[in-house]
Structures are given as structure tokens and as C-alpha cells.
């Protein structure tokens, strides 16, 4: 432990609720405050947080970094220390212990919330975190790559597969769903995940809130299945249904007949894709729907997903959007 006092710059936010036993080597501590980390923390020593990022990153896995901005008294790592926290991982650390489990626990409720803000938290580290160091800390946590838009495509088709490369190169997480496996590329880019389930319809319950949904399956009954239910959940930030405005007619029909109201069925884009963008060849129609989804998400950038509204976290930093 450093036993060098350190002049405390400032007094930030709330201290940690009490907790746990005193500090000891890492893993024994994480044993004790959290089980079952220990094979998870013993991954962390073999990666340091600057490979984790880079990794997570090209991975499109969002992740909250945790640094040690400020030290007072006696302390389990000095200032500057980093500790990079996934959903299920964590890389490199802060000192173990309690303040440890805490910082994960912090930082995973930021994942869930999927908050965009920096967060700075004080912990005294004495009876109230079950620690004998008697010094104070500072950690700062800073969201990396969260939240991102989740981007459901139903159908592998030629529309499809011209489309998911576009959706891909851009900041979102894709699900590729389709029943036939055949129907994919053997070459699925980076940043989508193939998803081949017979049962179609149940991925639609996978996506979490706020997720864009785009439909264009081989089926136009599978469509109206798809369509109703996600219309049924409500908290969708786009869905896109590929078709005419004849298809769209038919459709609004028979979910009139099943109760959904007019003004659910309003928030469907069919025909989907921007309307400047014209042509049939697959390319040109993936291009229009792409260019529809980065509009969605940069309109409503920064706004909270909520039951019956259409809008999604923002995607892109200021800098990189168009001034109003």
C-alpha cells in the first residue's frame, strides 16, 4: 500500500454503502466480495487495459473504464491506475477488495442504464467498505462505446446481404436473422452476428429496448408475424418493413383486425428507406435504408428510448454531427 499522503484536490460524490472484509491479495478478495470473479479477474492480469479497449472496441462491446484520479492516505494502487469493465469481464486493477467490487458494480449499473455520462465517485477506504487502509480514493468512470444502436435485420436475401455490410461499418451492433443457413454468405462481417433459428419470430424478444428492426424476409405471412410483434412491444426506436405502399395497406388491414391501433401502426416505415434515394437494384435499396437508420439515430441523438416514442441514443460525439 502507498503510505504517502497525498493533497486531496477535491471532494466529489457519495461514499460507498458498507460492505464485505478487509483488503487482501486480489483474487482472495474478489473471492470474498464477489463470487465466482476470480477465473474472470485472473483473464483481466493477462490483458492491460489499453489491449482490452482496442479489443472490446473492434468488437462493439461497450465498456466502462474506471481510473484512480486521486489518493489520500494509505491506498491499494496510486493514481492513474485503470481497470476496464465489461458485462461479464473485467481487465487489469484498481487494488481488489471491496472498493473493487464496488467499482464493477458501478460500473456494470452504467452498462445496464447504458449512460453516456462521466461519472466521479469518493470512497473512504475504512469500516464503511470493510477496508483497513484508512486512506481516501477518487475513481473515475467514463462509458467506451455505449451506448450503440442494436439493429435486428430479419432475412437474408439479396436485400439483406448488400445491407448488413453497410449497417455493420457503422457504430451499431447487428443481429442477422434468418431460418436458412444456406441463405448467408459465408463471410459475415465484422461488427454482425448470424443468428439461424427456425423460430424466427422469438428473436424478436432478444433486441433490448430501443432497438431498430428492419424486415425483409422470403415470407410475406412471416413479415405480418414479425411485424405484430414488435409493433406488441412498443419500444422500438425504428422499424422498417420492406414492401410497397399496396403491402402496406394489406398489412395495416389485418393489424387493425388483431386490435393494434392507428396510431402504433403509424410508426412502421413501409416503404422503408430515404425516398431521395431511388433505384431497385439491391444495392440501391440497401443504400436507401442505411442512409434512413443514420438519420434515425442522429435526429434523436442523446434521447432516452421510452414506450410509444421513436428515438435512440446518440451514436456519434457533437463534433462529428451537423449543426440544427
Not at 460492505?19 to 470474498?32: H, I, K, R
Not at 461499418?169 to 444456406?182: A, F, G, Y
Not at 426506436?237 to 395497406?249: C, D, E, N, P, Q
Request: hydrophobic share 40%; with cysteine.
Amino acid at each position: 500500500m502507498n503510505n504517502n499522503d497525498k493533497p486531496h484536490r477535491s471532494e466529489t460524490t457519495n461514499t460507498a454503502t458498507d460492505s464485505g472484509t478487509d483488503t487482501g491479495p486480489v483474487a482472495e478478495q474478489l473471492a470474498l466480495a464477489a463470487p465466482g470473479t476470480i477465473a474472470t479477474h485472473l483473464e483481466a492480469e493477462q490483458m492491460s487495459w489499453i489491449s482490452a479497449l482496442a479489443d472490446l472496441q473492434q468488437q462493439g462491446q461497450p465498456c466502462v473504464l474506471v481510473t484512480i484520479i486521486e489518493e489520500r492516505g494509505s491506498t491499494p494502487r496510486n493514481a492513474g491506475s485503470k481497470m476496464v469493465v465489461t458485462a461479464d469481464r473485467i481487465f487489469e486493477t484498481i487494488g481488489g477488495g471491496h472498493l473493487e467490487f464496488k467499482a464493477m458494480e458501478l460500473a456494470r449499473e452504467m452498462l445496464e442504464q447504458r449512460s453516456q455520462d462521466t461519472r466521479l465517485e469518493r470512497f473512504s477506504l475504512g469500516a464503511s467498505l470493510g477496508q483497513c487502509c484508512g486512506g481516501a480514493t477518487v475513481l473515475l468512470f467514463e462509458p467506451m462505446g455505449q451506448p450503440q444502436a442494436q439493429i435486428a435485420v430479419f432475412g437474408a436475401g439479396h436485400v439483406g446481404r448488400a445491407l448488413v455490410p453497410l449497417l455493420a461499418s457503422l457504430p451499431c451492433k447487428v443481429r442477422w436473422i434468418d431460418s436458412r443457413e444456406n441463405e448467408f454468405p459465408e463471410q459475415i462481417p465484422a461488427g454482425a452476428d448470424k443468428v439461424v433459428n427456425d423460430e424466427v419470430v422469438d428473436e424478436v424478444d432478444a433486441m433490448p429496448a430501443g432497438s431498430y428492426y428492419i424486415v425483409m424476409t422470403h415470407n410475406h405471412q412471416l413479415d405480418l408475424e414479425l411485424t405484430a410483434a414488435i409493433l406488441k412491444r412498443n419500444d422500438f426506436a425504428y422499424y422498417g418493413l420492406i414492401g410497397s405502399k399496396t403491402k402496406r395497406v394489406k398489412f395495416e388491414h389485418r393489424l387493425r383486425e388483431r386490435g393494434f391501433d392507428e396510431a402504433l401502426m403509424a410508426r412502421m416505415r413501409c416503404p422503408m428507406g430515404l425516398a431521395e434515394v431511388k433505384g431497385k437494384l439491391p444495392i440501391e435499396i440497401a443504400v436507401s435504408i442505411a442512409g434512413e437508420v443514420i438519420a434515425t439515430y442522429n435526429a434523436s441523438f442523446g434521447q432516452d428510448v421510452k414506450k410509444g416514442e421513436s428515438s435512440v441514443a446518440k451514436l456519434l460525439p457533437a463534433s462529428r454531427r451537423a449543426s440544427p
